[in-house]
């Protein structure tokens, strides 16, 4: 199935939400998603809160990349990411650190 241009276009701004490509979405959209998901997770298993809170912030944003990567067909955003690939990880990891900081002195805890 061929998608076509309005498709890619809605793709990739789903991805451009999620990736770490802006100063914004790591504290309004990811981590908000990572801590739903790790508070359900931890309903379900306690004491898991931490690894799936990092894993699904990870999650979120290599999914950011990979939708902004097969929506590139729609507009040219394909050196765009490449350039900013080292950049977006630094980022990443260091809310990675500041999360898994936060979390260790009960900043934030599951719900």
């Given at each position: 199935?061929?998608?076509?241009?309005?498709?890619?276009?809605?793709?990739?701004f789903i991805g451009?939400?999620?990736?770490?490509?802006?100063?914004?979405?790591?504290?309004?959209?990811?981590?908000?998603?990572?801590?739903?998901?790790?508070?359900?997770?931890?309903?379900?298993?306690?004491?898991?809160?931490?690894?799936?809170?990092?894993?699904?912030?990870?999650?979120?944003?290599?999914?950011?990349?990979?939708?902004?990567?097969?929506?590139?067909?729609?507009?040219?955003?394909?050196?765009?990411?490449?350039?900013?690939?080292?950049?977006?990880?630094?980022?990443?990891?260091?809310?990675?650190?500041?999360?898994?900081?936060?979390?260790?002195?009960n900043i934030i805890?599951?719900?």
């Amino acid at each position: 199935m061929r998608l076509n241009k309005i498709h890619l276009l809605i793709i990739s701004f789903i991805g451009w939400l999620l990736s770490p490509l802006t100063w914004w979405n790591d504290p309004f959209i990811n981590l908000p998603l990572s801590y739903l998901a790790a508070g359900f997770f931890n309903k379900l298993i306690p004491g898991i809160f931490l690894p799936v809170f990092l894993a699904a912030y990870w999650l979120t944003n290599i999914l950011g990349i990979v939708l902004m990567y097969i929506g590139a067909g729609a507009f040219s955003i394909k050196g765009l990411i490449k350039n900013r690939l080292w950049l977006m990880l630094l980022a990443a990891v260091i809310y990675s650190v500041i999360a898994i900081f936060i979390i260790r002195l009960n900043i934030i805890r599951p719900f």
